[in-house]
């Protein structure tokens, strides 16, 4: 077996693991990039949304996929960076090495330093049905939607309200599908009160302080049943809704990808992780942590690249912030000229507004860029370029120059332009989705900066017009539950998706006395399968919380090389597929996005 002697060795070619491949690049280190998939940009790839963040920093206001793509064109300039796409990294073996199937042919790499940038994996649910087709995790459905322009549902439930959750909504929309509602079971949603907004005003019903029961069939998602939490996070009894659909998404939080650092800590190889492998946050968060990585590596490696600066630090810190308060939107009272009117009243990292203004007329108070955004009233050109960038779409252009009893509103959407044309009749709603009236539509552009979105001015009268935050896309009968809540009595909660172990099988075991995940293991199976317990372990753990086992008490599964699943024969040289030819991956697929509206 052919063993390799690289300087840096990264895992992943997403935000973070490009992001540092380009400061490493600089630097003049000699890097290999292995990344599994054949399209660098790791999630980026399916983020046809506008980025938050700052523009200098993270490319905000930019859709994701084009920002993957300008990031793997930079790294692509170094040629001291070899990228290998297809490839997967097996493990961290205990002299060092790291095992890669490279495009079916198995390498070792002897790297001096290791960068782990794998990203995170999607944490599962355990519920009546959960196996059932048409039960997906967030990132495959946004796989066939938004890369391969697949549609693969009518209707759509949703189950998780972070960002992951209320973005696919969000794309499921732009890709005509159905989107009958989704369930939270906080009070609040935990994503971004902007992506939340943006939902309720399409016509999305967004049931707080609820969890998923079942999903229902016979043999396929037909319907989901949902119900009310209590203070104590109880089910209350009566309160059972089942909504028809054929698709449940879960998107209920993501865990780092971290098995590659713990064995490369363990065995004493220099190692770094960064972006969700470190710590799960924003892409944008990503991108920085990664290029702070980059430099620290460099340094560490003997480079003359200076001390990260401070700034860097601070700019990573603001960009990974949770969102923080919400303040009341403030409604301007001027009725004369032209003006924004921010529907944008909670702290995120977010300024892309304040920097496109040709004008300078949008400003966040404080130093950093988590403020709410304001108008400092000096002359607006009415460009709409703010209405354009904002990724929340939470900015709207009021023009009352016309003169007359109504308002021109300048409003964003992102749905194909044959949907909408002037003269149509639209329903407009306030930032909280309440249903405002019916207005006309006197014109529909796209100018190039608003790239693939439509701007959609409105006639509106003067009592309304501030609050106009957005137009209905979706009828409310859409969202109707059925009449009668249907009941999943089958006990088929599966934990271990491989093994077909059920939550019943290991909660008997945990009342029997077992605390050691190991040992679940052994008697049950679960975490025995073939994709090497990644999903299993924290069903496991929140089941041992439901029986009231305290973490402390619980031993953890050992995670044991090989990572991933690989033919026997490669360890002995064997080439499955075509073997590596080049070192370079193929192109982006194209026009995503398009498709995706
Ligand atoms: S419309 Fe143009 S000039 Fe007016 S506030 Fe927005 S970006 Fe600035
Ligand atoms: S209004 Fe400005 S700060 Fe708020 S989401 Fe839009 S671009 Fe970001």
Redesign the pocket.
Known sequence: IETLNVECLILGGGPAGLSAAVELGKAGVGVVLVDDKADLGGKLVLQTHKFFGSIDACHAGTRGMDIGRKLEAEVRKFENVRIWANSNALAVFSDRKVGILREGHYVLVQPQVLLVATGAREKSLVFRGNTLPGVYGAGAFQTLVNRDMVKPSDRLFVIGGGNVGLIAAYHALQAGIEVVGLCEALPECGGYKVHRDKLVRMGVPIHNSHTVISANGEGEVESVTIAKLDAAWKVVPGTEKTFKCDTVLVAVGLEPVNEFFGKAKEFGLPVYSAGDAEEIAEASAAMFTGKIRGLEIARALGRDTGEVPTEWHRTAAVLKSRPGATITEEIPEDEKG???VFHCSQEIPCNP?TS????G??MIEGNDILGVPT?NEK?????????AVCPGLA?T?LDYRRGGDEVLVSIPYEFPGSTIKAGDTVTVLDTLGRILGNVQVDRVRSPKFADHAVLVKVRAPFEIAKQIAGIRVQQPWVSEPMPEKVERLSDDEIVCRCERVTAGEVRARIRAGVRDMNELKAATRAGMGACGGKTCPSLIRRIFREEGVKDSEITELTQRPIFMEVPLGAFAGVVTGEGPVQDVARAHAVGAFQGGL
């Open positions: 032209v003006f924004p507004c496109i203004c040709p004008q007329s949008i108008f002359d607006c050109i009415a460009c709409e370029q703010c209405v900015i252009l």
